[in-house]
């Protein structure tokens, strides 16, 4: 008997699930024969739901830090069961990496489709993330911009938000091995990724794939005041892989450890840490995908 359980957050950035739950219920009622739909009401209930599901498809409806959480306690089954994602989120870089439609309807079509693809999942320390580990603000600064704002000024209400965080922002002193490189110095910025889009941005690293079993890092040296406005601009322009002043390679591991605890953005949810080892469990996660 073919067991599915729905997660909704129902907080998730663009949740508007009530329109479309009835297309999902229709779409799950042809494929399995038992559907369970549970609400999170807290941090922590994703991961709840994760590790205790017992079915074979979990569905979530939901942004990337949804995603995470739930991703967080199924990695602690024997069996892993399939995960579908209905992007609910505000930024949504693992459906944009999967090409999962951002439109809710689309996207229920394609867990109609049944093509399954098996992802990598990265762990930072003792906990798992699904696509990006960002020290320093700036990725997470560009997306907060108020939906007003963007409807105003366009791609200048990016630009002058991202610029204005990263002039505040105080630089951090790094030690950084991995598996095929070493580096030690001063950044305002080190964005590591799984995935080619970093903050709603599909083009951040452009030859990534969710199942290549690397990650890519980016580190910036360190920048104030016109120069932050200046990488901000490359980022939102897709040039900044051609500055060669920022260092970009691709690894499978590595550990950073910084001067001080410092804010990190894991998978958009902001957090804090010091050292860091992070690696790439390849190929471990079934999601619904459309390719
Ligand atoms: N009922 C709830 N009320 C408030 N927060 C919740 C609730 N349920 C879950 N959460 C928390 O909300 C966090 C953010 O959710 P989610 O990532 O889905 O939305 P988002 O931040 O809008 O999207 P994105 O991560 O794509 O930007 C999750 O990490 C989770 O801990």
Redesign the pocket.
């Given at each position: 008997m073919l067991k599915c359980l729905v997660i909704i957050?129902?907080?998730?950035?663009k949740i508007r699930y009530k329109e479309y739950l009835p297309e999902l219920t229709k779409v799950l009622t042809h494929k399995f024969n038992e559907i369970e739909f549970v609400y999170?009401?807290?941090?922590?209930?994703?991961i709840h739901y994760g590790r205790t599901i017992n079915a074979d498809t979990v569905i979530v409806v939901?942004?990337?830090?949804?995603i995470?959480?739930v991703v967080n306690g199924l990695m602690q089954q024997k069996y892993i069961p399939k995960l579908g994602i209905i992007p609910?989120?505000?930024?949504?870089d693992l459906a944009r990496a999967l090409n999962i439609p951002l439109d809710p309807f689309k996207a229920i079509a394609v867990l109609k489709k049944d093509t399954v693809k098996y992802i990598d999942v990265g762990k930072l320390n003792e906990t798992y993330f699904i696509s990006l580990v960002a020290i320093g603000g700036i990725p997470q600064a560009i997306h907060d911009v108020q939906s007003e704002s963007k409807t105003k000024w366009g791609r200048a209400a990016y630009f002058f938000n991202g610029a204005k965080y990263a002039m505040k922002q105080q630089p951090f002193t790094y030690e950084m091995k991995s598996d095929n490189h070493s580096m030690s110095g001063e950044s305002s910025l080190v964005v590591l990724s799984l995935l080619n889009s970093v903050a709603g941005m599909g083009r951040f690293f452009q030859d990534a794939r969710p199942d290549d079993g690397r990650f890519r890092i980016m580190v910036f040296p360190t920048f104030k005041f016109l120069k932050a406005g200046y990488y901000v601009a490359r980022i939102l322009a897709g040039k900044i892989q051609e500055n060669k002043e920022v260092a970009i390679y691709s690894t499978k591991e590595v550990s950073l450890i910084l001067s001080k605890p410092y804010s990190l953005n894991v998978?958009?949810?902001k957090e804090q840490g010091r050292e860091l080892h992070i690696q790439v469990i390849p190929k471990i996660l079934p999601v619904y995908s459309s390719q």
């Open positions: 957050n129902p907080s998730s950035g999170t009401e807290k941090k922590g209930d994703g939901g942004g990337d830090g949804t995470r959480e609910a989120g505000t930024v949504n998978d958009g949810e």
